[in-house]
Nanobody, 124 residues
């Protein structure tokens, strides 16, 4: 079992930046495919970004060029750097981990473990 904890959410103005973090205390994430998803009020949870066990990133078209997903050198934390934020980016952001899913999956059902989420609010 993996317990994931997100942090770094908050209130930011349009055009601003935030960095989200996801960690599993006492565990390495090196064997897991990691992903970030988000869910806005009245909408389904949607894929944002993923990163493979070999540190290959992939993104939803809506965030490509603005967001960057990465792993730290020790493979204990996954980050989502969010730049040029827009009101449409406002949502609860969730970190997720998958043991067996193939690289580049965007499906919620392919992920085994989820964090509790962190709120991102973008004001203008």
């Amino acid at each position: 079992q993996v317990q994931l904890v997100e942090s770094g959410g908050g209130l930011v103005q349009t055009g601003g930046s935030l960095r989200l973090s996801c960690a599993a205390s006492g565990r390495t994430l090196s064997t897991w495919l990691m992903g970030w998803f988000r869910q806005a009020p009245g909408k389904e949870r949607e894929f944002v970004a993923g990163i493979s066990r070999n540190r290959r990133p992939y993104y939803a078209d809506t965030v490509k060029g603005r967001f960057t997903i990465s792993r730290d050198n020790a493979d204990t934390t996954v980050y989502l750097q969010m730049n040029s934020l827009k009101p449409k980016d406002a949502a609860v952001y969730y970190c997720a981990a998958s043991q067996g899913a193939p690289y580049s999956t965007t499906s919620v059902s392919e992920y085994d473990y989820w964090g509790q989420g962190t709120q991102v609010t973008v004001s203008s």
